[in-house]
Structures are given as C-alpha cells and as structure tokens.
C-alpha cells in the first residue's frame, strides 16, 4: 500500500512538473494563431490520430487559436483503387486527370475533412470543415508542368472566413481542394496550403506533422536532428544536398511562410504521441524549428 502511495505521489509530481513547464509557453501563445498541418502515419493510426484530436482541441482550449489542414493521400489511393483507376505520379506530384480528380475532391473534402472535423466535435470543440473553394478562401492556378493534369497552386488567400470562424471559437478544418477564377477544381500539395494559409493569417506557428523525426545533417542518421535553423541555414541545407527528396518542399514551404512574416515553422515527427504539445509546450521541443534569422538568439 505504501508503494502504491509513493507511485501516485510521483505520478502527480511529475504531472505537476510538467504542467509548470508548460505554463509560460501556454501565456507566450494564447491569443495567437497556429496552423497545423496534419498528415502521414498520424492520419492512419488510429490511436495517433485520437492524440493529433485531442492535441489541437487542448491548444483551443488554453487559448491558441488553431487551424487544421489536411491531405489524404494514403485514403484517395485506397478509392482509386476501388474505381480502377490506377495512381500516377510525375515529378513528385499525383497525376490529376478529370476521374481522378472526382476522387480527390471527394475524398478530401467529402470523407476526411468531415471525418476530422467529427473527432474533434467528439472530442470537446467545435470544428468546421472547409476546401478552398468556401468563400473563396484559397484561389488556384495551374501548377504549370505538362501531364500531370489538375495539379495547382495558391494563387490567392482570402482570410475573412476563417478568421470569423476562429474569432466565433471554432477551429477551421481545411481541405487542399481548390478552384480557379473559372471553376475549375485544383488538387494542390496540403503542405503549401497550409504555409500560404500560415502567412496570410499572420500565424505565429507552422506545424508540418510528418513521417520524419525533423531536418537531419545526415538524412540515414536520426540522431543528427537540427533541432533550429534559420532561412539562411535551410537554403543552405538544399543548396548543399543535404536536404532531398521529399523534404525539399516541406523546408521551402517553411521558409516562404516564414518570408511572408510567419514567426516560426516546425517540421516534427506526427509518430510521436502527442508530438504537437511535446513541440510547442516544452524547453527541448521534438523537432526542427526553422526561423527568421531576425528572431535566432
């Protein structure tokens, strides 16, 4: 019995410890906005996906004033599959002809945007979900590079609806499904999204959750996280190689977010549970934070 008491006490006292090194992080960022952007494994995993929830619903309700935008991509692959369409990549980018672009838009907007914006509900908070194509919010144009279909760009970002939202207390749920001045709808990188939502909404934080402990010196070894880099810093990083692949848009998008007077953007790993609040809430971080090199010290 009294190894029991002495288990809880220090159950409670490490709660507690926690709870006062949060405590200035949760002062610093009530009131400012932070856009997440949520996918890889944290969107497959179920019991992930409940901790991303109920991280983002924990932010709401401290005061920070969050906004989610996701991809999907594992989930339109999955109904590619069950229509006999077979999935396509060129450059990096999904091949998005007409068919498949029926499927994006219902996927993103139709399964998953709603799926999350009823966890997060259930959850605690009120959430509502969005494509860029509600109130104009996100304007596309082509991509631009020849067969690859409806790929596109951000052309333009209109906040008002999502300010309105988050100023009511609701947390904006946001599909990367877009359209151009004409109609025409646009598959666009979830990632850019949410840096070009992060820039024009002014955000204190981009948060990319990814399948990667971070930017890595040596992308075979994950011990040699950076843990903090400027724009300086993370051109370098590409301009050198050492930054490839798949990471080169995720820091590029970082940095033109953080070029647009984002204060900071974090690339962490979405496979650690509770990775969100481990990132903002703690001394260490989890991560690789990428600044402004006004704001290093």
């Not at 509900?121 to 067969?147: F, M, W, Y």
């Not at 995720?250 to 990132?279: F, M, T, W, Y």
Request: with cysteine; hydrophobic share 45%; charged share 20%.
């Amino acid at each position: 019995m009294v190894i029991q008491s002495d288990y809880i006490r220090e159950a409670e006292a490490t709660r507690v410890r926690v709870l006062s090194e949060a405590l200035p992080y949760i002062q610093q960022f009530a009131g400012r906005t932070v856009v997440v952007k949520y996918g890889g494994a944290a969107m497959k995993d179920s019991a992930l996906k409940d901790t991303v929830i109920r991280d983002v619903v924990f932010l709401a309700c401290v005061g920070v004033r969050p906004v989610v935008v996701h991809g999907g991509g594992p989930e339109i692959n999955s109904w590619l599959g069950k229509l006999n369409i077979e999935p396509q990549f060129k450059h990096g980018l999904r091949v998005t002809d007409a068919p498949t672009m029926d499927v994006v838009e219902m996927v993103l907007v139709g399964r998953v945007n709603k799926e999350l914006v009823a966890l997060i509900n259930r959850a605690g908070s009120l959430a509502v979900g969005l494509c860029g194509k509600d109130g104009n919010l996100i304007t596309a144009r082509p991509e631009g590079r020849e067969g690859i279909g409806f790929v596109g760009e951000v052309s333009n970002v209109e906040t008002k609806l999502i300010e309105s939202l988050v100023n009511s207390g609701y947390i904006p749920v946001v599909s990367s499904v877009a359209a151009d001045e004409n109609g025409q709808s646009y598959n666009i990188n979830a990632d850019t999204v949410a840096g070009e939502i992060a820039a024009a909404l002014g955000a204190e934080k981009l948060i990319l959750l990814t399948d990667t402990v971070g930017i890595l010196q040596d992308y075979q070894d994950p011990s040699s996280l950076i843990p903090r880099l400027d724009i300086k810093q993370a051109r370098n990083l590409i301009d050198t190689g050492i930054v490839g692949g798949g990471m080169i848009p995720k820091v590029n998008c970082c940095v033109r977010s953080l070029a647009q007077g984002v204060r900071a953007a974090h690339i962490i790993d979405g496979r650690i549970p509770h990775a969100l609040l481990l990132e903002i809430f703690t001394d260490e971080g989890i991560g690789s934070m990428i600044v402004a090199s006004e704001f290093m010290s």
